[in-house]
């Protein structure tokens, strides 16, 4: 399994787990600017038989033996997954036998969606989070005249959880604000939503508020963090209360004991659903594209702050949920049958077809090239001069050279996007 960040790490182990439980896997991570730390991962929980950070020339080179893995599930970025499947179609032109690859989205699928649906084209497997991202995909697929074939209808693989029960005995009523990367994005926007939620908690000191982020400052997710909230916090006028603190951990966790989950456009709306707790989405800054949370328009959660503030508790339409695969139930215990019996008629068959993806020098000319190049491979799906395979390592010293080197670039380019690059903007902006 190749991944590019946490969520889509967690995203991938937990959907080859879903899909076969009596599995080996072993993971990959594509190096580059939101590659996951060791906390990141401890904190998503999923597990790998074996761990390594690679570029995507060296898993290619991994992968042109064909008989090493039965399936590969690409969890990455929509343009990375486009430059794998084209290296892996080189990669084993003329192979008798090869993996079947798998992908898909880890969450809300909001924005982007012809350009992600079609950079993911090309895979024998695109797994879609319910029936109306199925029905979605299709016909973008059958609008382009590609195959729609490879869309096969399942769900999130980290719902679950205990259902919801109302808080008992010594644990207090507590309400999680599931903070996002970028979402909003302005400054303003994000101070507003920390201030409305110090503000709940202090209109009910009875209740805790827990503001869980993702990650921590000088970490990358899925999205870069320009303004972390962590920072925000620091400079709130009066702070935040004695009941309203920042969380981190497994959002599993966090839910077991969430009594009110509110959130702009966060999966964690669609997790916390699931276990049948109440849960609002914010529309305090409008219902906007942009926002995501048009996307849960006719769900029975929209709702503002100052709704929460006066008792509101949303209540979800069914059918909306069963739409989005996330209804309570019994339902999620088959919902990756299809899915299942699909990748196992792959994996046995006698010959697999070549991967044909949509995009080629054809169809995409002044297009495809430039995705290639992001990710070190030519028109072809070769690599680049200077992307060959990196040199075996000896010494311990050349890698700890290297490592250093790594990091030191990683946290250069971290306070490049959190620091220099909003400067620039507001200066620009004088």
């Known amino acids: 399994m190749l991944a590019d960040s946490d969520t889509r790490w967690k995203w991938g182990a937990l959907t080859a787990y879903r899909i076969q439980s009596d599995i080996r896997l072993d993971g990959y991570l594509l190096r580059g600017r939101a590659t996951p730390t060791v906390r990141q991962l401890d904190e998503v929980g999923a597990r790998a038989e074996t761990l390594r950070e690679i570029r995507g020339a060296d898993f290619l080179e991994l992968m042109k033996d064909t008989t090493r893995y039965d399936v590969v599930v690409l969890a990455c970025v929509g343009g990375a997954v486009q430059a794998m499947l084209h290296g892996l179609a080189r990669a084993w032109n003329g192979a008798e036998r090869r993996p079947a690859v798998v992908t898909g989205y880890v969450g809300v699928v909001y924005e982007k969606l012809a350009d992600g649906l079609l950079l993911r084209h090309g895979a024998d497997v695109v797994l879609a989070n319910s029936r109306h991202d199925a029905d979605r995909f299709r016909a973008v697929y059958e609008g382009v005249g ?36 970028s979402v909003p994005d302005r400054r303003d926007d994000r101070t507003y939503l920390l201030r409305r939620a110090a503000e709940h908690a202090r209109r009910h000191p009875d209740r805790e508020v827990l503001v869980k982020l993702r990650s921590k400052p000088g970490e990358h997710t ?132 070549p991967l044909t993806p949509y995009y080629t020098p054809r169809t995409a000319p002044g297009y495809l090239p430039g995705i290639l190049a992001r990710y070190g491979l030519g028109p072809e799906g070769e690599p680049l001069p200077g992307q060959t395979a990196e040199p075996t390592e000896t010494g311990g010293l050349r890698r700890l050279a290297r490592d250093t080197v790594r990091d030191a670039a990683r946290g250069a380019y971290r306070h490049g996007v959190q620091r220099v690059a909003p400067a620039i903007r507001r200066w620009g902006q004088l």
């Open 146 to 181: 590609a195959d729609g074939g490879s869309v096969v209808e399942c769900a999130l693989p980290f719902l679950g959880g205990a259902p919801y029960g109302p808080a008992l005995g010594d644990r207090p009523y507590t309400v999680v604000f599931a903070a996002q990367p």
């Open 222 to 353: 899925t999205h870069i963090e320009e303004l972390p909230y962590q920072k925000l916090a620091a400079r709130l006028p009066g702070g935040l209360p004695p009941n309203c603190r920042l969380a981190y951990g497994n959002m599993g966790e966090v839910l077991d004991r969430t009594d009110l989950m509110v959130t702009v456009s966060s999966t964690a709306a669609l997790e916390s659903l699931h276990r049948g707790i109440p849960t609002a989405v914010l529309t305090d800054l409008g219902i906007r594209e942009a926002l995501g949370n048009h996307h849960f328009l006719g769900s029975g959660c929209l709702a503002s702050w100052d709704e929460l503030d006066a008792g509101h508790r949303p209540e979800p339409d069914p059918d909306w949920l069963a739409r989005q695969g996330v209804a309570p139930g019994a339902l999620y215990a088959t919902a990756f049958d299809a899915a299942r019996a699909r990748v196992t008629a792959l994996r046995t068959a006698d010959r697999l077809p």
